[in-house]
């Protein structure tokens, strides 16, 4: 109970504090690296279809997370603060249940870019659901439960503490690693006409661990078989 507690406490601080110093910042191209995380508290699971030149292919099983409203801001490190307050109350009880509910990871943020670099964008913050919970996850005011069928996703990971500056570098690198592969193709199919490029950013990590953090920039798609 301890342990649980302490991770809960850090999660929160990792995403209250603010921007970390430039020294703590590394990026990383590394690939298919396991995030540590994930064995101390509960992930979705997933099957690695391939590990490419900078990316990872990954099929992720059916899953549900409860998320947050479109959050208009022009940092996601502040939209993320926004959305990680309301759904860290949602696990502490603030729910319909009163129940409350496990820390899990990663938490995500679902990233529509604005047309402009000081312009809002838009970004919806999730938390994975307990698979104990998946069956009938507690609805919230202010909150909306998003139920994923099996689905593809392109990954990049990189490391040190997320910053607004580097996340649209990561996406931008992640976009070129895969060109020219049947993944990039099944992945503008799926955009269809939309004129930007939504991608998610995947974060693990407590402020207390400063080396070997694992992010990860997530582009999903579906895959015709």
């Known amino acids: 109970m301890a342990a649980s507690s302490f991770l809960k406490v850090s999660f929160l601080l990792s995403l209250l504090s603010a921007l970390w110093p430039e020294q703590t910042r590394r990026s990383s191209s590394s690939i298919a690296v396991f995030p540590p995380t994930c064995n101390r508290i509960e992930c979705p699971s997933f099957e690695t279809i391939e590990v490419g030149n900078g990316y990872e292919i990954r099929k992720y099983n059916s899953t549900v997370w409860v998320s947050t409203y479109p959050i208009q801001d022009i940092s996601l490190v502040e939209a993320t603060r926004t959305g990680f307050l309301q759904l860290f109350d949602y696990i502490q009880g ?114 207390f661990e400063f080396k070997n953090r694992v992010n990860e920039i997530w582009l999903l798609f579906d895959l015709e078989e």
């Open 94 to 207: 603030k729910n319909s249940y009163e129940e409350k509910i496990e820390m899990t990871g990663p938490v995500i943020t679902e990233v529509t870019p604005s047309d402009g670099p000081f312009c809002e964008s838009s970004f919806v913050v999730s938390f994975f659901v307990p698979k104990k919970n998946q069956a009938n996850p507690a609805p919230a005011k202010g909150l909306h439960i998003q139920k994923w069928k099996p689905t593809y996703v392109a990954i990049r990971q990189f490391g040190g503490f997320v910053s607004d500056y580097e996340v649209g570098e990561e996406a931008a690198a992640l976009e070129a690693s895969l060109a020219g592969t049947i993944w990039s193709a099944a992945i503008e199919k799926n955009r269809g006409s939309a004129p930007t490029s939504v991608y998610t950013v995947a974060q693990y990590n407590s402020p």
